[in-house]
């Protein structure tokens, strides 16, 4: 009886981790937090959100990630502002996309 315990119990610890992963959302503002959080002096976290997606939207469209990256560089952002934004979209919002940033 005591094997059936233990498998219960760690298929209940697998399921708690797995839902403690954070929502992309979550984990794109965290990426951003962690390398250049003064990219929230420019906006709020909605306002990054939309953006990062915006910026998988013109990824999709054709668009490079040096494109990209060279559009927030236009609108004053630093080079690494603009890289952490563009690899924590892809990373968080378009995976699809990674072979554009790595």
Same mark, same amino acid.
Request: aromatic share 4%; net charge negative; charged share 25%.
């Given at each position: 009886?005591?094997?059936?315990?233990?498998?219960?119990?760690?298929?209940?610890? $697998? %399921?708690?981790?797995?839902?403690?992963?954070?929502?992309?959302?979550?984990?794109?503002?965290?990426?951003?937090?962690?390398? $250049?959080?003064?990219?929230?002096?420019?906006?709020?976290?909605?306002?990054?959100?939309?953006?990062?997606?915006? +910026?998988?939207?013109?990824?999709?469209?054709?668009?490079?990630?040096?494109?990209?990256?060279?559009? +927030?560089?236009?609108?004053?952002?630093?080079?690494?502002?603009?890289?952490? %934004? %563009?690899?924590?979209?892809?990373?968080?919002?378009?995976?699809?996309?990674?072979? +554009? %940033?790595?």
């Amino acid at each position: 009886m005591k094997p059936v315990r233990a498998i219960f119990a760690l298929a209940l610890g $697998t %399921v708690a981790l797995a839902g403690c992963s954070p929502s992309p959302e979550d984990a794109f503002i965290q990426s951003i937090k962690d390398d $250049t959080p003064q990219v929230f002096d420019r906006g709020s976290e909605t306002e990054a959100i939309e953006l990062g997606r915006a +910026l998988c939207t013109n990824m999709d469209d054709g668009s490079s990630a040096h494109d990209a990256a060279g559009m +927030l560089e236009g609108l004053g952002w630093s080079i690494a502002e603009a890289g952490t %934004v %563009v690899i924590a979209a892809v990373d968080n919002f378009c995976p699809e996309h990674e072979d +554009l %940033v790595r």
